[in-house]
Structure formats: C-alpha cells, structure tokens
C-alpha cells in the first residue's frame, strides 16, 4: 500500500539524511517518517536514534544530502535541534534542514518555532499530523527557494480534530 498512491516517484531521488537529536532515544518515529520519505520518493539515510552533534555534522559532509530531516518526540527536540541547527546552518548554509515532532513538555509555542526558523531551520513541524501537507510540499518541491514553513497544532485545533 502507498502513503500517496497520487503522487509519482521524483525523478532523481532527493537524498534526506534522517535523524533524531542527541538527547532522544525514541526509534518509532524515524521508521515512521523513513517510510514517508521513501514513499514520496527520497532515498532515506537514517542514522537513527541518540546522534551527537559531531556525528550528524560529519555524516552531513560525507553523504552530501539534500535535505536534513531531525524528529523528536522526548520534549527536548527544542533544545537540541537550535544547537545542532546552528552548527548545521553554519557549516553547511545551504543545506535546507527540517524539524519535527514533540519539541517542547508545555505544548507547542510559536516563539520556540520562531527561534528554529531564525537559527536555520526550513521547516518547523510541532506535535502533531496536521504539518503533513506542508511537510510534503517541503521535502517534493524545491530545496532552498522556499520561505520556511511552520505547521503547529494548536489547542483549538485539537479540540476541533477530537484529540
């Protein structure tokens, strides 16, 4: 079964380095979010769970990926992600560098995305499935040319969706 049986493979795979940040042990979202990718039709090198910054920063230099995709799901996505998306956006400017998942324990916070977008990030996707539209228009459409993107799933949003 497809995830996006509308959607053709990119011609030219687009290579997305997968990985969660140092502090977040969790496995399950990076299956997840591998299998999303491949499905809209990137090579995926995911270096899993636990990465250190210097291991991220020198897997960036050696693979030469197109895209950076981190995930966290701990609550401490936040702190690490500014980090490692600073020393990322330092070394490699160019390279677009995407963030998702539990970033923060209070909930999700504009001013915390802001930051993220300031220190480099492309695309700033917290707590929750409704970044799924703007996640894949990030990762299919042109790398570098868009203006970052932040999807955040608000209280009233979740209300309104059930959850």
Not at 58 to 73: F, I, R, T
Request: hydrophobic content about 45%.
């Amino acid at each position: 079964m497809r995830l996006y049986p509308h959607r053709p493979p990119l011609a030219g795979a687009r290579t997305v380095l997968l990985s969660s940040v140092a502090s977040d042990a969790h496995t399950w979202n990076l299956v997840y979010l591998q299998l999303v990718l491949e499905e809209l039709g990137c090579r995926v090198i995911n270096l899993g769970a636990c990465v250190p910054d210097r291991l991220l920063l020198a897997e960036c230099h050696s693979q030469q990926p197109d895209l950076v995709v981190l995930s966290s799901v701990n609550g401490h996505g936040y702190q690490d992600g500014l980090r490692v998306i600073e020393k990322l956006h330092a070394a490699l400017p160019q390279l677009p560098v995407m963030i998702g998942g539990k970033l923060g324990t209070a909930g999700p916070d504009p001013a915390r995305a802001e930051a993220l977008r300031a220190a480099g990030a492309a695309g700033v996707f917290e707590q929750g499935g409704l970044g799924v539209e703007a996640f894949t228009r990030l990762v299919c459409g042109p790398l570098g040319s868009a203006e970052p993107v932040t999807a955040e799933l608000t209280v009233a949003r979740r209300r309104g969706a059930g959850a």
